[in-house]
């Protein structure tokens, strides 16, 4: 396989997750060669991480015309994911799309079609799945250690908008989508579950809460968790979700061990007290087990019969095939930063080795369906019934 320092990466956007992508990239070693943001944002990016190339006034254009550049990452908000993408696609390059893909299936659907048409690789950053607690307990699903999976409960809590001061563009259904907490944290906790079943939801029964219909916001743009003074902020109708409650039918995976899972999930981002807690809890007819994004490093297998296991990253628990997907030793905590690192190495090596690597991330397919769950929940939650995908 080509060493991944190789590969050229160009990112797109210089907000909160743009940066972590850079490091995770500089950290497997794949040279970073561009940058594209706002003007003063790309410069200020390029600078402190020594990138050479810098296109500023948002020109992805200009950057895709770069023969300095393989693969692209598109950081920017959801709203002009498909359009950039769809431009790095026509211009030869592989791409990693930030979720969720699009804002809805009519865009996503274009993406799927341009993605199988061309031979570039296509992922979308649902990098959950690369968490080794979440590969573990994939392992432990699809080898039958949990007997035939049952059901599956869980969660995905933040508070970073719990008031009615907090403000971020995801807000606005034209920026982020009709569904936010769905769409923003919501398809993690759904990708994460499908990754680890290897069966993707069927139908989808919804309710969606507004708690906050109107809230307050600056008058120019705010980066992701940033503080804004509220006595220069102006009130405005909220048109997206705070919370959802939403119960999963799953289909039918080929390792035999879950059909027709059933799931039930919250969804919130102002749950106080809980800053990124992504929960699941998988119950099979031998045993069970449990895993939080807060504490990642380890899981919770859980028998009837037998005492209860608490199985930590890299230590005997964990079984030797995840090994390329975590660095340090037990003990040693990994986290969200690792997470992006082995989701970028999944990609790089599956671009390195001519497409031979097992494809354990998430495609464009996989985002498409993300949104047409949001679009089947969303539906479900007006006319109260169960939605088939
Ligand atoms: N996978 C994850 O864990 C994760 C975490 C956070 C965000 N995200 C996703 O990443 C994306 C960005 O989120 P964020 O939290 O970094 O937002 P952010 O607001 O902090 O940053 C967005 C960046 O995009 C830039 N931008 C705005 N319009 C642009 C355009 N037309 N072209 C290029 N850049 C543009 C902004 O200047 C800003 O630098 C979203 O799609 C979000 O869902 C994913």
């Known amino acids: 396989m080509m060493p991944l320092h190789h590969l050229r990466a160009g990112v797109i956007g210089t907000g909160f997750i743009g940066p972590v992508h850079i490091e995770a990239l500089k950290r497997l070693g794949v040279q970073v060669t561009a940058i594209c943001g706002s003007t003063k944002r790309a410069k200020a990016t390029a600078d402190q991480w020594g990138i050479p190339e810098v296109y500023g006034d948002y020109d992805y254009e200009a ?53 199988a048409k061309s031979d570039r690789v296509f992922a979308v950053n649902y990098m959950c799945r690369f968490f080794p607690a979440v590969l573990q307990m994939r392992a432990l699903v699809q080898r039958g250690e949990l007997g035939k999976i049952m ?103 080929d390792h035999g061990y879950a059909s027709g899972v059933h799931a039930n999930c919250a969804v919130s981002q102002v749950a106080a007290g809980w800053k990124c807690s992504l929960y699941m809890g998988i119950y099979g007819t031998e045993g069970s087990v449990q895993w939080d994004f807060q504490q990642p490093n380890e899981i919770i297998v ?20 995840i090994a390329n997907f975590t660095d340090n030793p037990g003990g040693h905590p990994e986290g969200f930063p690792d997470s992006h690192k082995m989701h970028s190495r999944a990609v790089y090596e599956h671009i390195a080795s001519g497409k031979k690597t097992p494809l354990l991330f998430a495609t464009a397919e996989d985002g498409h369906h993300e949104v047409e769950l949001c679009e089947a929940i969303l539906k479900s939650s007006t006319t109260r019934k169960w939605v088939s995908i």
């Open 63 to 115: 950057m895709f015309g770069s023969p300095n550049i393989d693969v692209v990452h598109i950081t920017s908000p959801n709203r002009v994911h498909v359009a950039q993408s769809l431009a790095a696609l026509k211009a030869g390059k592989h791409v990693v799309c930030e979720k969720p893909l699009g804002m809805n299936t009519r865009e996503t659907a274009k993406l799927v079609k341009a993605a």
């Open 151 to 253: 059901h599956v409960q869980g969660h995905f809590f933040q508070d970073w908008l719990m008031k009615d001061t907090d403000y971020n563009w995801r807000l606005l259904a034209s920026e982020g989508g009709k569904l936010r907490a769905v769409g923003d944290i919501g398809t993690h906790w759904i990708d994460a579950v499908s990754f680890v079943l290897g069966t993707r939801a069927e139908s989808v029964f919804a309710a969606l809460e507004t708690f906050h219909k109107t809230r307050k916001r600056p008058k120019g743009e705010v980066q992701t968790f940033a503080k804004v003074d509220p006595a220069k902020m102006v009130p405005f109708e909220v048109d997206t979700e705070d919370f959802a409650s939403v119960l999963l039918k799953y289909g039918t995976a």
């Open 302 to 321: 859980g028998r009837r019969d037998q005492p209860n296991q608490i199985l930590q990253r890299n230590t005997a628990g964990f079984s030797d095939d």
